[in-house]
């Protein structure tokens, strides 16, 4: 069993920034891809950024990059979310997934077999 806590969410004003955080209690971190999504009020879970199992590779949907920027720390078994320049559409609950296994990384969510709870991340304009 897998489980993922989130954390670092919060209230922030449009063009500042958050940190999230994702601490997996694994025995051996590297073995899972990693993942983050977000869930808006009334839309469906989307993808935001992935990252390899050495995290040597990262990608980010197209309505982040060049704002936030996934990372892992494959001894503290942690991955984290930097996220700049905030908007107001960046309002949603963020999600960690990790997915056993996998050669590359994953944008699709059912790609994912764990999940965290989420936490809340709020823009204000």
């Known amino acids: 069993q897998v489980l993922l806590v989130e954390s670092g969410g919060g209230l922030v004003q449009a063009g500042g920034s958050l940190r999230l955080s994702c601490a997996a209690s694994?025995?051996?971190?590297?073995?899972?891809?990693m993942g983050w999504f977000r869930q808006a009020p009334g839309k469906e879970r989307e993808f935001v950024a992935t990252i390899t199992r050495s995290g040597d590779a990262t990608y980010c949907a197209d309505s982040v990059k060049g704002r936030f920027a996934i990372s892992r720390d494959n001894v503290k078994s942690t991955v984290y979310l930097q996220m700049n320049s905030l908007k107001p559409e960046d309002t949603a609950v963020y999600y960690c997934a990790a997915r056993t296994g996998g050669t590359y990384y994953y944008t699709d969510r059912r790609a994912y077999n764990y999940w965290g709870q989420g936490t809340q991340v709020t823009v204000s304009s």
């Open positions: 694994v025995r051996t971190f590297t073995t899972y891809t």
